[in-house]
Structure formats: C-alpha cells, structure tokens
C-alpha cells in the first residue's frame, strides 16, 4: 500500500512540473505497468490528469494506456468507474 501510494504521488508531482516529452513517456509507462497491477483502477486518476493536458501526443498517449487498461476492467467497473470518468474528460 505503501509504494502504491509512493509512486502515485511521484507521478503526480511529475505531472504538474514535467515538460511534454515526459508526460509522454508517463502516459506510456502507465498503460504498460498496469498489466502488473492487480487494482487497475488506481491508475485512471493520473491517466485522466494527462488526458487533459495541451499537448496532443500526451493526450493520444494517455487515451492509448487508457484503452489498455479497459480492455482488463470488469464490466461493473467500466459502467461505475470508466464510462463516468470518460464523460467528465470528453465534457471539459
């Protein structure tokens, strides 16, 4: 619990401060960690702060990792989870 609370406060930090070539990179590494998580629903916060950033290769980056990461999700949780947070970045 720990670390999964580390690394999300590391990446939260890099997305406030980092330039785009690196927000890239997170967004990529996000959808490839999270076939190593168990609960890949604690990515979709972090996934959805690049998802709207200015930069359109980070938002294309992030949408990708997101699509990975749905195609492993329940259907409870795309319907009470991912579809809710998809309509919230579609309506901003």
């Known amino acids: 619990m720990i670390v999964k609370l580390a690394i999300k406060t590391i990446y939260v930090d890099l997305i406030r401060k980092e330039e ?27 996934l959805e702060t690049l998802c709207s950033t200015d930069e ?17 999700l329940t259907p409870t949780d795309m319907q009470n989870v991912f579809a809710p947070m998809v309509k919230s970045c579609a309506d901003e």
């Open 20 to 46: 785009d070539e690196v927000l890239f990179a997170i967004a990529e590494e996000l959808g490839k960690i999270s076939t190593l998580l168990e609960n890949k629903l604690s990515l979709l916060p972090l």
């Open 56 to 72: 359109t290769v980070v938002r294309e980056q992030a949408v990708k990792s997101l699509s990975k990461i749905a195609d492993a």
